[in-house]
């Protein structure tokens, strides 16, 4: 029996099974590419090939896109990426005071005080320091961006360049490359903007305690990682699962919400092959004029959401 997790970001799209301890089972990694719903369905349908409907007793989700997974899926719970992220950082280890997450568009930091969330922030509005800003540069040198972690730690005199906007980052760095700085130096540099940038911004008047986490996508670049020991002098930790992480909290969460009502309501590895559709309106009953998405399943309304009083969302069929 498992449980599933389904983090669906703007960049990625994870899906984890944990068993009934919560250790990670299986972990899928999927390319969302602005399709959520093709990213989901995607996603079961690796699961189909290897498990049964039956095997999943809970659902959870989270990300950006977590209420659409959620119509999609049939979810017990959905949940915030700073709850999720938080939950399965403690399951991990009960010591975590600080979570650092970059993921493929944004990056956050999380505090927390005794297994309690007691502050956050996250950066939406600038792509610098994120995963695909990185994954730009390193298309821009011509380097394996799993490589480039690794070009970073053979510098021995960083480069300094401006990291407090990825437009300068980008055309600072291209300058650097003409002067004919070589390109170790560079990359260390841009892993040390990238993290003066988010302490300078996310991090921001943030009490940054050990133990310190680095979550998210970007956790496997080994240069940012030290770039953010050196800078805060505390030891950094960047767990197994550190990809998925959001993943797994929505999958904790989603077992704890079906052990309190009794069952699930997932809708099985069907929704695989479901032919859903999404249209939106404009509803004008009041002034809000919200913009309101449904989903349907093969011209049957499976879900609504974007209203902010409830009208169409409540009447949701899971």
């Known amino acids: 029996m498992y449980h599933m997790g389904v983090d669906v970001g703007s960049v990625s799209t994870d899906v984890v099974l944990i068993d009934k301890d919560f250790n990670v089972v299986e972990k899928i990694y999927l390319r969302t590419k602005g399709r959520p719903i093709k990213a989901v369905q995607q996603g079961i349908s690796i699961l189909k090939n290897k498990y049964e409907s039956s095997d999943i007793v809970s659902v959870g989700t989270t990300g950006s896109g977590r209420h659409i997974a959620s119509v999609l899926l049939g979810g017990d719970a959905i949940k915030n990426e700073i709850t999720t992220h938080a939950i399965a950082a403690l399951q991990m280890d009960k010591d975590v005071r600080t979570i650092i997450e970059i993921g493929g568009q944004d990056s956050k930091i999380i505090t927390l005080r005794n297994g309690i969330v007691t502050d956050f922030a996250m950066n939406t509005v600038c792509a610098a320091g994120t995963g695909s800003f990185l994954d730009r540069q390193a298309e821009r040198l011509e380097i394996p961006i799993e490589k480039f972690g690794e070009y970073a730690l053979l ?5 300094r360049i401006a990291g407090r906007c990825a437009v300068f980052a980008e055309s600072d760095m291209i300058h650097k490359q003409q002067l004919g700085y070589n390109e170790a130096d560079i990359i260390r540099g841009l892993c040390e903007a990238l993290v003066r940038n988010y302490l300078n911004n996310v991090g921001k008047g943030k009490e940054i305690q ?3 986490f ?9 240069g940012i990682k030290k770039a953010f020991e050196e800078a805060l002098g505390l030891k950094v930790i ?3 699962h550190h990809g998925v992480m959001g993943a797994i909290g929505a999958a ?11 069952k699930t309501a997932f809708r099985g590895f069907k929704v695989a092959e479901a032919k859903f559709v999404s249209s939106s309106f404009e509803c004008k009953s009041c002034p809000n004029r919200c913009e309101v998405v449904d989903i349907k399943d093969n011209g049957a309304i499976v879900g609504c959401f974007g209203d902010r009083c409830g009208k169409w969302s409540e009447r949701m069929i899971v």
């Open 238 to 240: 960047v767990p197994e």
């Open 214 to 222: 680095f979550q998210g996508g970007v956790a496997a670049n080994v």
């Open 252 to 262: 904790i969460i989603g077992a704890e919400a079906v052990k309190k009502k009794g």
């Open 210 to 212: 050990q133990k310190v």
């Open 155 to 159: 510098s021995n005199v960083p480069v």
